[in-house]
């Protein structure tokens, strides 16, 4: 079964350009997501199976920081990407959470989404 990485960026090409990176590494992409409000009525409605969320820090309608808590919550890998991202803030608030500043390297993004998919989360779902 292909994983699924939630995908919640505002800024089209860089959406594109991120869709493509993920379904290049044979991930689905769920997304993307251009709002708050947006990815917390599809976490609210659909409850999908996640591998990991890759998530912009400012949306259109305010920060990201509502879905990522009930990304958390649910135990999915968060990776932060964003041009307004304080990574050492980020990392205390999500321990575990990688974060990519923009811009990232495609390759760069590929390992950090490598190692969130297969980290503790997948380790511990194994174990059950």
């Given amino acids: 079964m292909t994983k699924t990485i939630l995908l919640v960026e505002d800024e089209f090409f860089v959406a594109l350009d991120l869709q493509s990176i993920i379904e290049d590494g044979g991930y689905q992409v769920d997304g993307p997501y251009v709002s708050v409000e947006d990815v917390l009525a599809h976490l609210d409605g659909d409850k999908p199976e996640l591998a990991c969320a890759i998530l912009d820090v400012r949306l259109r309608d305010g920060e990201v920081?509502?879905?990522?808590?009930?990304?958390?919550?649910?135990?999915?890998?968060?990776?932060?990407?964003?041009?307004?991202?304080d990574e050492q803030a980020l990392q205390s608030r999500y321990p575990g959470a990688a974060v990519c500043g923009k811009p990232c390297s495609p390759s760069l993004l590929r390992r950090t989404l490598?190692?969130?998919?297969?980290?503790?989360?997948?380790t511990d779902r194994a174990a059950e």
């Fill in 65 to 85: 920081f509502p879905a990522a808590e009930r990304l958390r919550e649910a135990g999915v890998p968060l990776i932060f990407h964003s041009g307004h991202a």
């Fill in 114 to 122: 490598s190692m969130a998919v297969s980290g503790p989360a997948e």
